[in-house]
Structures are given as structure tokens and as C-alpha cells.
DNA sequence: ATATTATATCGCAATATTACGATATTTATA
DNA sequence: TATAAATATCGTAATATTGCGATATAATAT
């Protein structure tokens, strides 16, 4: 108990979950926005922009892009890690699918 | 340690956070899908659908209504959920943002 | 070669999440 | 009123996540 059941879905629910589970912490939320703002960043550039340290900043951007939110290419001493469009087509139309449907959908009320 | 420093960040990047992390578990990305296919559900109808408890499925379905994803109306004794659009429009908006970015950011490569 | 710079990983402690069975709650029905 | 049906909550155990300091790794510069 207490682990997820991952072998009981299929593996596009999977990994589309891994994806919003990777924007669902503040800090790699943060990371993204950072990223839509300024295009690259390497590591220290995120140090120095949120409350945490150089390992933490190394750890959330790791899991950004072992779900594929972002990619990084090695640059001299740093990592040059900017967004990656992975998945975006799948999220689009998603949450475009939910949008259409709920006006038809809802239980009482109208919308 | 180990708690997320909630504190450091913005209303509106907490709250968007919190509808990644609600999405971000296979089993309500689930949920949400089969709410797509159906319109509706009771908590009875996921129960039959995946290998979770009915306290988990119950559990979940709270989760995902806490972060704004669906809403629940009472109907004599089931509760009849439906997806909400709470926070759709944001999300397109921040997904589509990245997608538009991308070609320009990326460090070495084209895409 | 050695030092510097930037990032990644390790080990640990604190906290959060997940799941379950058992039970409570609430509404409808006999 | 008593029973049944559906959902929510409680308590608990197992696991996962988060964050930090310390350290390792890798590339550049002296």
C-alpha cells in the first residue's frame, strides 16, 4: 500500500501522467515559466532565482527532463537546458477535449 | 526538509501547480479520461473501472475537485461528477505559450 | 598538472502521498 | 423505523518526494 499501482495502466496514461506530475511542483512550474521568459537557462541561473540550493535546482531539473519537458545540451562547463515539445501536442488536445466537452457534460447546471 | 517550500512562490503559480500535481497520477489522469468519454461518473463507475478501493477511488475523485478539475452535485444518494473548466483556459494558455517558444529557444538544435 | 567553475549525485531526515480496511455519514427504500 | 446503497472519512503502514550539505564529476583556465 501506499504505492501507486502503475502496472495497472496503459503506458500512454503513464507517461502523460509522469509530464503533469513534472509541472506539479512550484519550483519546476517556476523553472518552466523561467524557461517561456528568458528561452535557455543553466542551472545557477535558477539558483539564483529561487529559494533553494544548487542541488535541489539540479534534482527538479532532472525530473523536468526525464519526463521530457525540457532537454539540455552540455556547453562548456554548464548545461544549456531549454523547453522541449515533447508532449505539448498530446496536452493540447487534452485539455482542448475536456473543454469541448463540458458545456454537454454537467450534471444541473449549464455549465 | 523534504516539505516543499510553499511559501516562496506566487498564488498563481501554487494554484496552477496544484492542477498539474491533481492530473499528474495515472489514476485520476484516468478518471479525467473516462469523464471525456462519459460526461459523467459515480464513484461507483470508477471502482468498476480501476483496481482501487472505493476509499482510494473516493480519495482521488476529492483530490481532484479540491484542485478545481471536476465538481460533484449531490443526486439521492451517489454524488454525479463532471469536469470543470476552472482552470482549462490557463493551462491552454501556458501550454500553447511553450509550444510557440520552442522553435527559437533551443540551444543547438533547429527544434 | 592544478585550480576553478558548473553541474550531478549521494546519503540522510522530514514530510507528503498512496492505498487499504473499517467505520461513519447520508439519502432512499421497504 | 430499520435496512440498504453510495460515498466520505479515519487510522495506519508502506512508499515517494523534497531539501540540504557534502562530495563527485567534467570541462575550462591558469
Chains 1, 2 share one sequence.
Do not use: W
Request: glycine fraction near 6%; include cysteine; charge should be neutral.
Amino acid at each position: 500500500m501506499g504505492i501507486t499501482k502503475i502496472e495497472s495502466y496503459s503506458s500512454d496514461v503513464l507517461s502523460l501522467s509522469e509530464v503533469f506530475k513534472a509541472l506539479g511542483h512550484p519550483a519546476r512550474l517556476s523553472i518552466v515559466s523561467y524557461l517561456l521568459k528568458k528561452g535557455t537557462c543553466i542551472c545557477g541561473d535558477i539558483v539564483d532565482e529561487l529559494p533553494l540550493a544548487q542541488a535541489s535546482i539540479s534534482r527538479h531539473l532532472q525530473a523536468l527532463k526525464t519526463a521530457g519537458v525540457i532537454k539540455g545540451e552540455i556547453s562548456g562547463t554548464s548545461v544549456c537546458y531549454c523547453l522541449s515539445n515533447e508532449h505539448l501536442e498530446t496536452i493540447l488536445t487534452l485539455i482542448h477535449s475536456i473543454k469541448l466537452s463540458i458545456p454537454k457534460t454537467c450534471c444541473d447546471e449549464t455549465v
